[in-house]
C-alpha cells in the first residue's frame, strides 16, 4: 500500500527556496549559486566527512521511517515532500536519543534524521512543522554549504596555533556561523508553510525552549519575553548577547519564535498561500547584487525594530558617518562644480 499526500493543505508547485528564505540566507546561497563550480568543490570537501558512512551508521543504529515503521512520522514526510515540491522524496531516521534535535544531512542523497527526544515533546502538528523545517533545508540546498562551516571550523582548530591564519579563519567561520542562524530562521518559515498551522508552530519552539508541560507555558507571555531580551537593559546586555553567539549555528528560541511571528504577521505568509511566490523555474534570473541589497535591508529593518541600546548606538554612530560622508560629498562636488565654472 502506498501512503498518499495530504491535500487538503495548500501546496506549492515550483515553489523556489528564495519564497521563504531569510533574505541574509538567501543572499548568501544566490552568490554561492552564481561561482561556477563551487558546488562541486563543496561536494567533494563533503566526501571527506563519508556521507556513506554517515548514511550506514544510521542504518544500523537508528529507524528508519516507512510504511510499516514509524506511519504517522512517514506520511509527515510524504506530506512535506508534496507541499514544497521536492523532487525527491528523502530518507528520515530516528535515533535513541533523550535530546530534542533533528538534522537534515548528506549532499548528494540528503537525509534527516530526529530523536527520540524531539519526537516525543511534539504533538503531531507541532511534528509536522518540524519535518517541514528538515525538508527546507534539503530544498535550500543548506547542507552543501554547512560542509563548508564544518570544515572550515575543523581547520580553524588545527591552527589554532598560527596566531594569522587561525584569525583569519575564524573570521570566515563567524561569518558562516551568522549565515546558518539565518538559514534556521528560513526554516522555521518552511517549516510554517507546511503545516499551515502558526499556533502549532509556535508551540514547538517554545517546548524546544520549556518541554512538554505545555500547559504551564503561554506563548504570549514568551513572545514578551523576547520582547524583553531584544530591548535588554543596556549596551553592556547588548555586548553579552553578541558574545553569546560566537559558536552558536542556531538562535535562542525566543529570537525564533519572534522572528517567525514577525514574518506571519508581515503579509508574506499570506501572499505564499495565495499563490504569489518566487518559482524554481526563474531561480537562474536572479540578481546577486539585488538579493545582497535585500540582504543589507533586511538588517537595516531589523536595526530598526530593536530595541537593544547597544544596537541603538551603533545604528546612530552609523547615521552620523552617513550624515557627515554625505555632507563631505555634497561639499566636494559643489567645489568640483565652483571650480568647473
Known sequence: MTTEPDRSRVRFPDISSRAYEHPADRGALVALRTLRGFDTVLKKMS??????????HFLAGSVRVGETQFRDVYQDVVDAVHILDLPERPELYIISDPNPRAMAIGVDRPFVVVSTGLFDLLDAEERRFVIGHEVGHILSGHAVYRTLLLALTNLALRVAWIPLGYMGLRAIVLALEEWHRKSELSCDRAGLLTSQDP?????ALM???GGSRLGEMSVDA???QARE??????????????????G?????????LAELDHWAASGEYSRILAGDYARRSDDTSTS???????????????WNRSADPLIGVLRDVVNSVGDAGGKLFDNLSSRMRRGSD
Open 47 to 56: 566526501g571527506l566527512f563519508s556521507e556513506r558512512s554517515l548514511r550506514l
Open 288 to 302: 546577486t547584487s539585488q538579493e545582497v541589497r535585500n540582504a543589507a535591508k533586511s538588517y537595516q529593518e531589523s
Open 199 to 203: 499556533d502549532a508552530a509556535k508551540r
Open 222 to 224: 514568551f513572545l514578551q
Open 207 to 209: 517546548k524546544l525552549a
Open 248 to 256: 552558536r549555528t542556531h538562535p535562542h528560541a525566543v529570537v525564533r
Open 229 to 246: 531580551y531584544d530591548a535588554a537593559e543596556d549596551a553592556r546586555d547588548g555586548l553579552i548577547k553578541l558574545l553569546s553567539l560566537m
